[in-house]
């Protein structure tokens, strides 16, 4: 072969320029595709932090809302069944909450920032089926001792109005907390914690 002639110089260019061709449609046909592993906006609001107004919640009174497709439950609790949480400690599993999923401004014997408001997710830590309220005192299916709280049909797990599971049911911790803040003394957000704020 006969090397007389060949301008290696130019050889150089077209094998740079080729490589930069290349790279650059490479970038083309990746961003498309990266793109596409993002979550949609739709995806995203799923699991946006949710605004939630407690102005017209009623003492006693318990509202639902959802946040990431699961429900949750704000709880007004009442001055006596803030009381009655103190005395129900010997019949709970885990009654100062230590291996319960909570954010760290709930861990307190009421569970929550305030305690007159009780933020908890709606799933019963068994299963994930939804516990439903029972805010009676002694009704004839729980037994005289019951001061209200959660039962949960599926598997017969109870919770107090703290969300603390009972002895000697399914569920193997209490119910858990999601991250919440208060905006204001009547709006709270649920999703969003001070840490992130």
């Known amino acids: 072969m006969n090397n007389e002639g060949v301008d290696n110089s130019k050889r150089q260019f077209l094998t740079v320029a080729a490589s930069a061709v290349g790279a650059v449609g490479a970038a083309f046909v990746a961003v498309p595709f990266v793109s596409s592993m993002q979550p949609s906006a739709r995806a995203q609001a799923a699991g946006a932090p949710v605004e939630?107004?407690?102005?017209?919640i009623e003492p006693g009174q318990l509202i639902r809302v959802k946040w990431r497709g699961r429900p949750v439950w704000v709880l007004r609790r009442t001055e006596q069944s803030l009381k009655d949480l103190a005395s129900l400690d010997s019949q709970l599993?885990?009654?100062?909450?230590?291996?319960?999923?909570?954010?760290?401004?709930?861990?307190?014997?009421?569970?929550?920032i305030k305690p007159e408001y009780f933020v908890a997710l709606g799933l019963c830590t068994h299963l994930g089926c939804v516990p439903t309220f029972r805010p009676e005192v002694a009704p004839e299916?729980?037994?005289?001792?019951?001061?209200?709280?959660?039962f949960c049909p599926c598997h017969g797990s109870r919770f107090d109005l703290a969300g603390r599971v009972y002895q000697g049911v399914p569920a193997p911790?209490?119910?858990?907390?999601?991250?919440?803040?208060y905006l204001s003394?009547?709006?709270i957000i649920i999703g969003d914690d001070e840490a992130k704020a």
Request: net charge positive; charged share 30%.
């Open 52 to 56: 939630v107004d407690i102005s017209k």
């Open 93 to 112: 599993r885990d009654p100062q909450s230590k291996e319960s999923v909570q954010p760290q401004a709930a861990q307190n014997a009421a569970r929550s």
């Open 141 to 150: 299916d729980l037994g005289s001792a019951w001061k209200g709280g959660f």
């Open 173 to 181: 911790t209490n119910l858990d907390i999601p991250p919440y803040r």
């Open 185 to 187: 003394d009547t709006r």
